[in-house]
């Protein structure tokens, strides 16, 4: 938040109105505003009788030749002089832009540029996004709750545990229904989950039936109070198969313990392959196919998502008809490689640890060398409706089959999004592309969050574009916009390409459909 904003207090929106509040109408909550002080949402001030918007707009500033970040070329809170020390490709993102609201108006800014001999228009507007929610990934082997089991935040229902993916489990939270279908809690503390998540904030999820985790975009997860390290290098089964030929002849039997697929190798055709004798071993389990064995345990905490903290558990009796001897060497290690035991038979034929020995480190080591970082990733998912569709063109089915079409590049805050096949323009972005900040809420609630449409200027026209609100960048730099606030010149993050010049140049310019 900007100083400007640092000097107001915030507003109650249950205050009794005076002759000197001002109303914003940037959202259906129409907060009436004191002067000098902010509307329910923080985002709009009243300052000396007019509304202003406290957060200023971003400017992107892309190197023109390799789109690398660059040095800002104003700071936030200092006056624009109208010079640009960098004179790169310029981006109006939508982060400060204000909000279509009512809907018929036209979106806030609507900016004109000629990229590379192409005349391009950017439609930029803070989207009210009531129909959103995030999509998290968490990189872990550790069972965090059932899946469809209720996740909480400030312990209200704000999502649950969806189908889990290779090395890692999501989450859906948010939603219509959590946002506005439930209590006035449920709603809010939904809001807020999401808005901190999309900001790049730590937010404490409980889930029931299962663990307690902090979430943080591009960090690893906490789960019940300790750090994740480390991602699965592959399932039991897919662990045997990489390393196979390291354990050869090191050792006469290795089980890869796994919640999933836990992995023996004389079993498993890999080892058959390399000639592996068999050992007679037994594995309490379902077997699925040879050396492949489902459901060894509960999923939990302990060794490779399963709920054993001794791996032994999971051993029948051995076979002396099928091969087990007095002497028989085993390795049971988990599918991270962090944890590990060495084990021999007895004259009973039961299996006693031993100091792990030297020759299997490397193979060990070089499991634990083969997983990435455990991270959490957030997307942020949202529908744009009505108002922001129709900020864009007076036609808005227009704009839903352009994007369709690939005639509309679509960004959040200068980041790519995906817009998903189908009807409506229903769109994912990883929150850690958007600039930082760039989410914020209006207390409905919902999330609002910037949203920008490039297109071929004809295009735009033709699809029933604002052609008289069409602005050039340097007014806007020069001049802002309805809402009075500043302007701020940042390096665009690296890897966020812009124009998308090469999809936009291959689109002839043949109508809005
Ligand atoms: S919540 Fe924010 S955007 Fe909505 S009316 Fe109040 S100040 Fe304006």
């Known amino acids: 938040m900007s100083e400007l904003a640092e000097r107001f207090e915030t507003h109650d929106p249950g205050e009794k109105l005076v002759a000197e509040k001002i109303r914003c109408d940037a959202c259906p909550v129409m907060c009436y505003i004191a002067d000098g002080r902010t509307g329910a949402c923080d985002r709009y001030g009243n300052v000396g009788g007019r509304i202003v918007r406290i957060d200023p707009l971003t400017i992107l500033d892309h190197a023109a030749e390799t789109g690398a970040a660059m040095v800002p070329f104003v700071a936030e809170g200092e006056a624009w002089d109208g010079e640009l020390v960098n004179t790169g490709r310029r981006f109006v993102t939508a982060i400060g832009a204000g909000t279509t609201y009512p809907d018929y108006k036209p979106a806030p800014f609507i900016v004109s540029q000629e990229v590379e001999g192409v005349d391009l228009v950017t439609v930029v507007t803070e989207g ?128 890869v313990v796994d919640d999933h697929i836990t992995g023996v190798v004389s079993e498993h055709q890999a080892g058959k392959v390399l000639g592996w004798q068999d050992t007679g071993i037994k594995i309490i389990g379902r077997r699925s196919t040879p050396g492949r064995y489902f459901k060894v345990s509960e999923p939990g905490l302990g060794w490779g998502g399963t709920s054993i903290s001794d791996p032994l558990s999971i051993l029948g009796d051995w076979n002396a008809k099928k091969g087990a001897r007095p002497g028989l060497s085993l390795l049971m290690v988990s599918t991270t490689g962090e944890q590990f035991a060495y084990y021999e038979l007895d004259d009973e034929l039961k299996p006693v640890e031993k100091p792990f020995p030297e020759r299997l480190q490397k193979s060990v080591g070089l499991i634990e060398d083969n997983c990435e970082p455990a991270l959490c990733t957030v997307l942020f998912i949202g529908g744009a409706g009505g108002s922001l569709r129709a900020g864009v063109t007076e036609n808005p089915v227009n704009l839903t089959r352009s994007v369709q079409g690939l005639k509309t ?39 609002v969050a910037p949203i920008e449409f490039t297109l071929r200027r004809d295009d735009y026209i033709r699809l029933g574009g604002y052609e008289a609100e069409i602005r050039s960048v340097h007014d806007i730099v020069a001049k802002g916009g309805e809402y009075l606030n500043a302007r701020r010149g940042t390096g665009a993050p690296g890897g966020n390409p812009w124009p998308p010049l090469a999809q936009l140049h291959r689109v002839p310019a043949n109508g809005a459909g």
């Open 409 to 447: 590049y679509v960004t959040v805050g200068g980041a790519p999004v995906y817009v998903w096949p189908g009807g409506g323009i229903t769109l994912m972005v990883d929150v850690t592309r958007v600039p930082e900040g760039a989410f914020g809420y209006v207390p409905t609630p919902a999330l």
């Open 128 to 255: 009210i996004f009531s129909y959103c929610g995030v999509k998290v990934k968490i990189d872990t082997d550790r069972h965090l709750g059932p899946e469809t089991a209720i996740v909480r935040s400030q312990g209200e229902a704000i999502g649950h545990v969806t189908t889990g993916e290779y090395g890692s489990q999501m989450l859906s939270l948010g939603g219509v229904h959590h946002l506005t279908g439930g209590s006035k809690a449920e709603g809010r503390a939904t809001c807020d989950a999401l808005l901190d998540l999309c900001n790049r904030k730590p937010v404490e999820l409980s889930i029931d039936g299962g663990a307690t985790i902090v979430v943080e975009a591009g960090k690893p997860p906490v789960i019940d109070g300790k750090q994740e390290h480390r991602m699965r290098v592959g399932c039991g089964s897919a662990t045997i198969g990489m390393f196979a030929t390291q354990w050869r002849g090191l050792v006469d039997e290795v089980v």
